[in-house]
Nanobody, 118 residues
C-alpha cells in the first residue's frame, strides 16, 4: 500500500512562491504517476499537474501553465510542485495522489493548505 504525505503549504502574498513536496512510501508500481490536485472552497477538485515516472514527463493544467512546474527528486520518491507568481485564485487545499485522473483505486495524501492573499 502506498502512503503520500504533502508538505510545504503556507500563506503568501500575490506574486510569491511556494514549493510543495509529496513524499511517497510503500509499494509504488512501476511506471507510477503522481498528480497534484487542488480544491478551493465551494469548488470541485481540479488537477494541477501530472508527473509520469516512466519517462519523467509532466503535464500542467491550463490555469497554472507557465507558473507552476512539477519534478521528482533524483534519489527519493518525492515529487515537488514549484509554484511561482501565485495568485489569489490559487488558494486552496493541495493534494497529491497516485493518479492523474479520478478513479476509485487512487491514493490521496492528507492535503496541505495554500493561501494567497495580500
Amino acid at each position: 500500500q502506498v502512503q503520500l504525505v504533502e508538505s510545504g503549504g503556507g500563506s503568501v502574498q500575490p506574486g510569491g512562491s511556494l514549493r510543495l513536496s509529496c513524499a511517497a512510501s510503500g509499494f509504488l508500481s512501476e511506471g507510477y504517476v503522481i498528480g497534484w490536485w487542488r480544491q478551493a472552497p465551494g469548488k470541485d477538485r481540479e488537477r494541477v499537474s501530472c508527473f509520469a515516472s516512466s519517462d519523467g514527463s509532466t503535464l500542467m493544467g491550463t490555469a497554472v501553465e507557465g507558473r507552476f512546474t512539477t519534478s521528482k527528486d533524483r534519489l527519493e520518491n518525492t515529487v515537488y510542485l514549484q509554484m511561482n507568481n501565485l495568485k489569489p485564485e490559487d488558494t486552496g487545499i493541495y493534494y497529491c495522489a497516485t493518479a492523474c485522473r479520478i478513479k476509485a483505486t487512487m491514493t490521496w495524501g492528507q492535503g496541505t493548505q495554500v493561501t494567497v492573499s495580500s
